[in-house]
T-cell receptor, first 113, second 114 residues
Framework: DQQVKQNSPSLSVQEGRISILNCDYT??????FLWYKKYPAEGPTFLIS?????DKNEDGRFTVFLNKSAKHLSLHIVPSQPGDSAVYFCAASHKYNNNDMRFGAGTRLTVKP | DAMVIQNPRYQVTQFGKPVTLSCSQT?????MYWYQQKSSQAPKLLFHYYDKDFNNEADTPDNFQSRRPNTSFCFLDIRSPGLGDAAMYLCATSRGRSSNEKLFFGSGTQLSVL
């Protein structure tokens, strides 16, 4: 059961433009959402998160938006840089069971110079 | 630097031959997790330890076992690997089990089964 879905396996963006990565979830008990970034030959690293009580969280060039009614979140990167090229995983944490954190399949972002 | 270390980076085993993957952490985190990730798929949780308390996911095959002899180390044992067990295995840690905890991942072990 794919409770967290990233429907775009890949995204290509020009340097300096905005990158928008999308994520949908099905379980209304998820109350905390995270984005992880993964470079080749490395493990995923935490990027940014958002609680279900908020609809936006910003950290430098990275902003995550949460639309609870649509069960949708997105990660915006502005401006995109070539070093942002990586696989981005969306993850959702269960309100009563953090150990049920679910991941999406990832979106490979390529930022072209 | 505090980190999560997985060894080896690449592991090749034969069909049916037991294999052990290792993970160590210097973060002194209470929780350690093992995830399986197959190509282009989402990481899938196999089990986790909260301190010494082992928690198995309902759909994790019996072929997969784990040991945590102390806070720092955790092992994944695959008793009789099949071709379908070829995957990236990721170890992760977290301080606790609150829903707002973030995970710290190792670099993973890529397992091949011949």
């Amino acid at each position: 059961d794919q409770q967290v879905k990233q429907n775009s396996p890949s995204l290509s963006v020009q340097e300096g433009r905005i990158s928008i990565l999308n994520c949908d979830y099905t379980n209304s008990m998820f109350d905390y959402f995270l984005w992880y970034k993964k470079y080749p030959a490395e493990g995923p690293t935490f990027l940014i998160s958002i609680s279900s009580i908020k609809d936006k969280n910003e950290d430098g060039r990275f902003t995550v938006f949460l639309n609870k009614s649509a069960k949708h979140l997105s990660l915006h990167i502005v401006p995109s840089q070539p070093g942002d090229s990586a696989v981005y995983f969306c993850a959702a944490s269960h309100k009563y069971n953090n150990n049920d954190m679910r991941f999406g399949a990832g979106t490979r972002l390529t930022v072209k110079p | 630097d505090a980190m999560v270390i997985q060894n080896p980076r690449y592991q090749v085993t034969q069909f049916g031959k037991p294999v052990t993957l290792s993970c160590s952490q210097t973060l002194n985190h209470n929780v350690m997790y093992w995830y399986q990730q197959k190509s282009s798929q989402a990481p899938k949780l196999l089990f986790h330890y909260y301190d010494k308390d082992f928690n198995n996911e309902a759909d994790t095959p019996d072929n997969f076992q784990s040991r945590r002899p102390n806070t720092s180390f955790c092992f994944l044992d695959i008793r009789s690997p099949g071709l379908g067990d070829a995957a990236m295995y990721l170890c992760a840690t977290s301080r606790g089990r609150s829903s707002n905890e973030k995970l710290f991942f190792g670099s993973g072990t890529q397992l091949s089964v011949l």
